[in-house]
């Protein structure tokens, strides 16, 4: 491959990846480069541009504008001036220079014939922005020919030594040369002027799809006779081993302009493509995620937000990403953001932070909160993720608990409580020992009967239908006094059939009206009597709780009492409303159910 082809791949150079360093490929190449932009300042040269022009040029300077040399000549021995050269008319017409000769005299005086290839660069807008300029020494008539092949040595040493996967094929497409990198890559050594386009065992697409060689992006630049930038495949290893490649094949050309073969460089992106691996992975997981990860700026400003923040939270990605994430705080809590952030700033984590946060509707959520700082390449904190889930059930949970201590503890106390009641009541009427154990073992059994009916998880009828005045005979069976003539608790009106989960709620209650009439009301006077009256009312079903005679005791508690949390549970359970006044005529109690929520 001559000097003179290595020219004229520069866009094959100039157009290499991120991966490799460009200043390093340029100046490693034996040819002139330099890059001038619209106003023809030069913005950057190689050493071989340096070395044929003799000097240096200044970079920026508007006497260094249009060409490095001390001064240009045409073939005839006329001085050219910077701006009528090569560079200068290439920037103004818009059209690129193939194959120009000139004379550079250097500071020396000494004088070089030079071979100049100039190539227009534009933006996406068609704007010319700049220009590249590749200039050899192509010798003065009658000089020797056999440094030809001396440049050509040198072009292959310094292909050898590049870190990138380099070869060469003929216009058939046969290797012709191929560098040590590229041979690692294809894990195998590919015979010269017999391998066609690629010298890897195997070739497939990026997705997995067989390639046959002669359509390789190799192939395809030949066939085409054009470039091809940045084309993705992969190559396999006779170990079955695949390396994922992008593949930058130019094709060469001759003074005349006939096809003289290609040159070809082959980057591994093994590595970039199992850390795009990596992420899409992470990103799956984030995005399946039942909790809401968010991330944050330093500033506390939303730059990402999966699928649960928007399922806990109601607001949508493009509702919150640039928004400062105080939208989600309370406006009780906002100075927790200032010292979450400086935690973070300083890198610290925070596990399983238990707080409040707000939702789209205004509504409030418990949420157990982990945050951790983001940090970059250098290790510098630039942000933060955020882990937030909702305990809003486990809350519940142990508000539950704790409500089900507290009933037991409420409803052992009132057990002792209505026993003793229970026995004062039969010592009254019992005319001897043995009376009282029997009158006692009825009025117990009456009430283990009443509280079998307050067991809502029962397993031996899990969809049993109670008869509400049943239900209330159970419970108040163990309140009646068998030495009078008529019942002390009289039940009136339409009845009702209750579901499992209203046979629970409706019974506590009652129990909790009938224990506190046995213990400060009506009940208390063997002569009290308690009436329960039952009405209809529209949608609704009413029942009337009254205890003639029963006066306020003065005053409310000063603090909510457990019996009275248990009967506003209850009801807040049915959907209902629950009313307690005294009036001239005693206490009234007053419930009312929705008949719907009554059958559940």
Known sequence: MSTLDTARSFNFVSSQPDELDDGVLLDSLPIGVYACDAAGFILRYNRAGAALW???????????????????????????????????????????????????????????????????????????TGAVSVFRDCGFPGRDRGQAADHVADLEAILKSLPAAIYTTDPEGRITFYNETAAELWGVRPELHRSEFCGSWKLYWPDGTPLPHDQCPMAVALKERRAINGQEAAAERPDG???????????????????????????????????????????????????????????????????????????????VIGKPVTILIPC?????????????????????????????????????????????????????????????????????????????????????????????LSARSAESVPDLVSDLQGKFLALSRAHSLTLSGAKTNPNQITP???????????????????????????DIQLGRSAVTNIALLLYEFATNALKYGA????????????????????????????????????????????????????????????????LEIRLTVPRAKLRE
């Open 523 to 586: 009940l208390v006077d063997p002569s009290g009597q308690v009436r329960i009256e039952c009405f209809e009312q529209e949608d609704d079903f009413c029942i009337t709780w009254r205890e003639a005679g029963v006066v306020s005791r003065g005053g409310e508690p000063a603090r909510e009492g457990f019996g009275s949390r248990l009967a506003r549970a209850a009801v807040t359970a049915l959907n209902g409303s629950f009313s307690r006044d005294f009036t001239s005529n005693g």
């Open 241 to 319: 081993t695949r390396i994922p490649f992008l593949a930058y094949p130019t094709p060469l050309f001759d003074e005349v302009g006939e096809l003289v073969g290609a040159v070809n460089m082959l980057v591994n992106i093994s590595g970039r493509k199992s850390a795009e691996l990596a992420s899409q992975r992470l990103a799956a997981i984030v995005e399946s995620s039942d909790d809401a990860i968010i991330s944050k700026d330093t500033n506390g400003i939303i730059t990402s937000w999966n699928g649960g923040a928007q399922h806990l939270f109601g607001y949508c990605e493009h509702e």
């Open 468 to 494: 509400l005045h049943t239900l209330i005979a159970e419970v108040t069976e163990p309140y009646h006094h068998e030495g009078t003539s008529e019942r002390r608790i009289v039940v009136s009106g339409p």
């Open 332 to 424: 009780d809590r906002q100075d927790e953001e200032p010292a979450i952030l400086s935690r973070i700033r300083r890198g610290e984590r925070i596990e399983h932070y238990e707080t409040i946060r707000r939702r789209k509707d205004g509504s409030l959520v418990d949420i157990s909160l982990s945050v951790s700082p983001i940090l970059d390449s250098s290790g510098k904190v630039v942000g933060a993720s955020k882990i937030a889930r909702d305990i809003s059930d486990r809350r519940r949970a142990e508000e539950q608990k704790d409500l089900l201590l507290g009933e037991m503890n409420h409803r052992v106390k009132n057990l002792f409580a209505l026993a003793g009641a229970l026995v004062n």
């Open 54 to 128: 003799g000097r240096k040029p200044r970079l920026g300077e508007h006497a260094e504008r249009f060409c490095g040399s001390y001064r240009l000549l045409d073939l005839g021995g006329t001085h050219i001036p910077s701006a009528e050269c090569p560079m200068a008319i290439a920037l103004a017409t818009g059209r690129g220079f193939r194959d120009e000769r000139v004379q550079i005299e250097r500071p020396d005086g000494s004088r070089i014939m030079a071979l100049v290839n100039v190539e227009v660069l534009r933006n996406v807008r068609g704007r010319v």
